[in-house]
């Protein structure tokens, strides 16, 4: 697999990502005080050792109490926690590979727990029960600007690239999605409403890294409260929903699906997965991502069920096809921190799978 296009490097901008690789974005919980410490860095250095060419963090939390209930997910500001991501950088490009910071607001999801009201764009969670409250219009611009003030401080801490959490159900999805956004003040309503506040805030970051700097955008389909649900049923809606992203200044899409070989649009296409099409619509770079060397989709795992290896043959073809340019790998990662080390040298039939219970404990 050496001599594969899979391990030629990718450029986007200022990024240079030495192989098609990305560790996927996977909160620890492991940053008492949202200060991410030594065994933080050494976390990532070992998946960086591992060959991955382009770790995403987990989940930061933004610089905002309503942003994210602590248990120990790591922020971005204070003196200790930027010293910190500084020896998380330092690890990652000592091992010759890139990093990108996941910048993440976590909406009505967030906990309601400690006397912060959970915001969101409508006051709603994502099974349509009232949770914290809306988002005020002239709130907006402020939250936006807590992105940009996010993407800069990881600029300056010498992070490769940002990635803005759009998935998943968190507050930016909350926006995308019909059941969570009741807005009525231009935010709300049709698509091209739904996706103005995100591409807002891609403006806003962009505005303050500069042109050269690059963003990746996280969005999904299914949400932690609905596998089942869609912010976009064919592929005429996809554009419409990521081209205004990408006027705002997006670089590279991830569409976050738990099989990425599945066709996204069936009636359209029987083949062509949610990345394809998110390439095929924008023009942009994408990284495919989930169940990548593993037979079972994120969470439907039982605990302290063993998830047997799954052949990569599809994701080659996929990638020889052109539908996607770097792949995600995040649950093989935890189990094998050498997991592309281990494709790379043909090594794949000692990879035995993911133990959740034992992963999970050792996130080592
Ligand atoms: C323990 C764990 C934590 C995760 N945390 C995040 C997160 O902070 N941000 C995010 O966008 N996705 C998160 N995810 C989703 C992963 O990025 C990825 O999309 C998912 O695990 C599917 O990839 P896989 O099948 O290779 O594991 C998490 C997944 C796991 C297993």
Known sequence: MAQHELFQPLTVRSLTV????????????????????????EYYRRRAAGGVGLIITEGIRLPDPAAGYPYAVPTIAGDDVLAGWRRVVDAVHGEGATIAAQLWHQGAQRDDVDGVVPVSPSGVDGLGRPKGRALETDELPRVAQLYAEGAVTARDLGFDAVEIHGAHGYLLDEFFWERTNLRTDGYGGSLSARTRFPAEVVAAVRAAVGPDYPIVFRFSQWKGTDYTATIADDPTQLQELLCPLAEAGVDM???????HYLPAFPGYD???????WAKKVTGLPVIAVGSVGLETQFRSEKRGQVIRPAPVDRLVEQFDAGEFDIAAIGRALLADPGWV???????LDGFTGYDPATALAALN
Not at 253 to 259: A, D, E, I, K, W
Not at 270 to 276: D, I, Q, T
């Open 253 to 259: 899409l991830h569409p976050s699906t738990r099989r």
């Open 18 to 41: 030495p192989n098609r690789f990305a560790m996927a974005p996977m909160t620890r919980q492991a940053s008492p005080g949202g200060i991410p410490g030594a065994d933080v860095a």
């Open 341 to 347: 080390n281990r494709l790379r040298n043909g090594a």
């Open 270 to 276: 029987g083949e062509l997965s949610l990345a394809g």
